[in-house]
Structures are given as C-alpha cells and as structure tokens.
C-alpha cells in the first residue's frame, strides 16, 4: 500500500517540528510539506494531494478553520485534522461540522496522535490504493488564438485513440468557451450545473454531466450564460476537476487565454501544464512573461511543458535560438495545417481522428504517446509557494531568475 502522505499547516515552527520527529517514526507515513500560513498551505494541499491535513484552529483568526472547510470540500477523500489549544464545545462543533475527522487538543498528545494516524492508516478505503487519481493536464497560454483549444480537444481524442481508458475533456473557458462547437456536440449539462449540485455528486455520477463525442472522449462543456459562467468560484472549479479526477484516467483542460484567479487556481491543482505558444514575436513575447510567472510560483520544470504550435522552420525565427533565449526546452512541435485542422473542426471531428494519416494528426499521437508515457512525476514535496492572494502571487517580487 502507499504510503499515508501527510501535511502540516501550522505558525508555530515548534509543533511543526515535535509533529514531523513523531510521525517521522511511523513506518508507512511520510511529511511531504509543512507550511505556515494557510495561502501556502492550501496551495500546497492542491498540488500534492495528501491523504491527512492538520491544521492549526482557533488562532488569531478564522483562517485555519476556513481551510479546514475548503479542504474537505475540495478533496472530501482527505482526512483533515484540526489542532487547537481551545478546548470551547462551540470550536470543536464548529470544526466537526466543517468536515474535521479529529479535533486534536495543543499541546498534542502523542498517543492521541497515534491514534488518529492509526484510523486513517487501517480505513478500508485506502486498500488498493485508495480513490482513483487521474491525471490533469492543463492546456493554457497568456495570448490568444493560438491553438489552445485545438491542441487539448486533439489530446484528448489523441490519449484515447492511444488506448487511455477514460478521458474527459472540460472546458474551463467559462465566459468564451468553444470546446463544445470544436466537437458538435449539444450538452445537456455544463460545468455550471456540476458546480452547483457538488455536494450531491460523487465519483460514480459524475459522468452523467459530461457529454459523450464519438471519438470517445466525455465533454463537460462551458456555461450557457456569461451569468453562469461568473456565478462558478475558483473553489468550485479546483472542486469539479478533483471529482472528475476521481473518474477519469485524463482529464484535459482547456483554458481562457490570461490568469485570472480561477485560472491560477487550476493550474495549481494541475499535473501537466502545456504552455501553447507560436512562433512568431507578439506570442513569444508573451510566452517569456507567462514563464516568468510559472517562475515566480516556483512550479517546477516538470510540470510546466512549452509546446509550439503551426511550427514551420521556414518561419525566419529558429526554435533553437529562442529556447536558449527564453531558457526552456519545447516538449513539442506540432506542423501547421489549417485547411485540415479547419475541416476537423468544421465536422466535428478533430483531426487527429479525422486525417489519421496526415503529418498534423501524427505528430498528435506521438505526442500523446510521450505524455501517456511518462510517469507521473510527484510535484516536489512542500514546494515552497509565494504567499498572498492571487494578485500579488502575480506582482509580488520576483524570488528566483
Ligand atoms: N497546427 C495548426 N495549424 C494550422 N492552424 C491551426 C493549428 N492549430 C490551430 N490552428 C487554427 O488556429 C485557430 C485558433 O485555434 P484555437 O481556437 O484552438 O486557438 P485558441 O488559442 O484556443 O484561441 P482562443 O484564444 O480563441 O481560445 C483556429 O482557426 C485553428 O484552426
Ligand atoms: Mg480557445
């Protein structure tokens, strides 16, 4: 069995430490982050996923129990533990109610600790494995019309026709959304109605929100109404793609060109985040900013994957020169073909299933041979994150070049 990966949100740095020398001691148990605010906290819960959480409660304010609540919401398969040195009947309601499985009294108690990890190690639910966990790879670039949702709704055609069991491809440009009109479909469900019926659906039925194409994808597709799409929070749509992970071997996501705050909170839930991009200076300039903010929340080289889109070496600007340039290496190059990426889109069929024998359709399989390939790389552990709301995780001061 896996091991039961744990992370710990907590101002004080000495209960940080007596929790890490304890449980460091438990076989089958493993710290993979601490934080000390919870911003940094939530982030890193995001993007590693644990199995526990324990969070500090009743502080200065309510940010503790509020994560405590957004966690459980977010990713109910995790077990969160509240700690707190206020023994008030109201506190502990409070945290019960907000989805807390312990209330941990400070100073903690080893046995009681032991206690609480010992549940969560021998719940049945964890054997085999635990809840499936799809990948999410994200499909996104800071400009405009280059390709972005063409290369996610072929990817997912693509990781199918490359034997992927289920993969589901959502639309997550909510005011401008076209993932459904690429592919001809008429939904009877969007990323609305799942947002709003969260608390009702589970693993097992979430599928029936999602539209099925005949390539075999399933579509959950954007709002009908600009007024739907602004009613979805960030925290609703971090909530719809964990559930969708939960049923999907894949889950491809298209994005609105630009990071706006939900944005930002999806790329942080992410696996893989293919950067789109031309070459051609008006984007390539905007690609150099978009990596320089990938920098600056410290996402690692692996998770962050530059792809050049309608690549003709004829263009006059040489991909070699740029990527020394702009110090990245392209994960991949796809050929310029309109006629036959219109046509795909024209009838509904992406090309990669349409033109199978074409050059463009076949750099899409073996592009999606290499993602499928890979092994998926667990994001370094307690990556440190840049504090703040999202503003100024964009503005703040750059940490690293
Ligand atoms: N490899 C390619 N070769 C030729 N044309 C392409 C290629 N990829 C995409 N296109 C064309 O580029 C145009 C824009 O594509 P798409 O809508 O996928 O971009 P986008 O980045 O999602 O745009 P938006 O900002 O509107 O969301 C489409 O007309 C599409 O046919
Ligand atoms: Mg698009």
Known sequence: MKNLRIIIVDTDDLTRKAIHTH?????????????????????????????????EVGGLDDSGMKLAAEVHREMPQVAVFVTSSHKNPDLILKAMSSGAREFLLRPIEIHVLTQAIEKVLKDPS????????????????????????????????GLVMEGASAVGLVDMDLQLGNVASFLNLTPTYT???????????????VESFLTKHATGISVLAEPRTPAEAEAITPSQAASALDLLRS?????????????????????????????????????????????????????????????????????????ADIEQNLRFDA???FPNDFFRIMNGINTGSPVVASSEESEIARSIRQFCRKVAGREAEAVAAGEGAPRGGYLKRLFGKRQED
């Open 23 to 55: 449980l460091s001691g438990f076989a089958g148990v493993e710290i993979i982050g601490e934080a000390k605010d919870t911003v940094t906290g939530h982030r890193m819960i995001r993007q590693n996923r644990p199995d526990v959480v324990l969070v």
């Open 126 to 157: 964890r054997a085999g494995g635990g809840v499936r966990r799809g990948r999410v790879l994200t499909f996104f670039s800071n400009k405009g019309g280059v390709g972005t949702t063409t290369l996610a709704t072929n990817t997912a055609a």
């Open 191 to 205: 990323v609305f109605d799942l947002a709003s019926q969260l608390d009702k659906v589970n693993a097992s039925t």
């Open 331 to 333: 994960f991949w190059s």
């Open 247 to 319: 049923a999907y071997e894949y889950v491809v996501v298209d994005t609105p060109k630009g990071f706006d705050e939900r944005t930002l909170d999806i790329l942080d839930l992410s696996d893989e985040i293919f950067v789109v991009s031309e070459l051609s200076l008006p984007a390539l300039r905007n690609l150099k900013k978009c990596l320089d903010v990938f920098r600056d929340l410290q996402y690692s080289k692996t998770r962050v994957r530059v792809l050049i889109n309608r690549h003709d070496p004829r263009g006059g600007i040489r991909l």
